[in-house]
């Protein structure tokens, strides 16, 4: 069974996605990861990440930059979002993502594109969402676990940002597939979500 979890930036579709790989028993991977270790590398090596070359030579990025706990800043998240908006970047990143959707047994993954682009024929599709201000204030509590500093309107922007970014690009915007159930996470917990999302998918997988 293949499981396709989709939406923007703090939305919970991590934290869902994993739920529903340990709930089911499958593999699970986090796509944003991908191209947060594209972005990062391209920095690193003194690369443009708004250019397409220069973000096409990040995807070779060695395997151990996973590890890297940069990957999580919100600053490799905007990296992530800029070399994200190239064709070539995500051409060269879909076999990646194809072979761990279609291995034996199945998966889950999380992204922007799974059940449009990646995993069009997946089982059951989630569209995860909440409003732009829950979604800023869960990723500034985040923030203020390592930044006692860090601003909430600061964070609001930059998910504005990435929003907008990832909604408006040509190649592979964030939209909801036409076949994905909705789920607003706004006003529930996280179990009260994850309960939602395995019902979901159990009525999907059961219909299709
Ligand atoms: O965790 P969060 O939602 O903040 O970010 P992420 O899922 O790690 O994704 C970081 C950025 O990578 C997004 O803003 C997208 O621009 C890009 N991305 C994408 O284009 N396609 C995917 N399948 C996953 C991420």
């Not at 732009?132 to 940002?161: C, F, G, M, W």
């Not at 929003?163 to 917990?189: G, I, Y």
């Amino acid at each position: 069974m293949i499981i396709a979890v989709d939406g923007p930036a703090a939305s919970g579709k991590g934290t869902i996605a994993r739920a529903l790989a340990k709930h089911f028993g499958l593999p699970h991977l986090d796509t944003g990861l991908l191209y947060r270790a594209v972005g990062v590398a391209v920095v690193r090596s003194g690369g443009d990440p708004d250019n397409a070359g220069d973000a096409l030579v990040g995807c070779d990025f060695p395997v151990g930059l996973f590890d890297d706990p940069e990957l999580r800043s919100e600053q490799a998240g905007e990296l992530a979002s800029r070399v994200s908006i190239h064709p070539e970047v995500r051409t060269a990143l879909v076999e990646r993502q194809r072979d761990f959707a279609t291995q034996e047994g199945g998966a889950v993954l999380d992204g922007r594109d799974i059940g449009t682009v990646i995993a069009p024929d997946a089982d059951a599709k989630l569209f995860v969402t909440a409003s732009t201000e829950k979604r800023a204030q869960r990723r500034h509590q985040d923030e203020l676990k390592s930044d006692p500093d860090a601003d909430y309107n600061v964070t609001l922007a930059e998910i504005r940002d990435r929003d907008k970014r990832d909604s408006e690009r040509v190649t592979a915007p964030l939209r909801q597939a036409d076949d994905a159930d909705l789920l607003d996470t706004t006003d529930l917990t996280i179990s009260a979500a994850v309960q939602r999302a395995i019902e979901l998918v159990e009525a999907q997988k059961g219909a299709r």
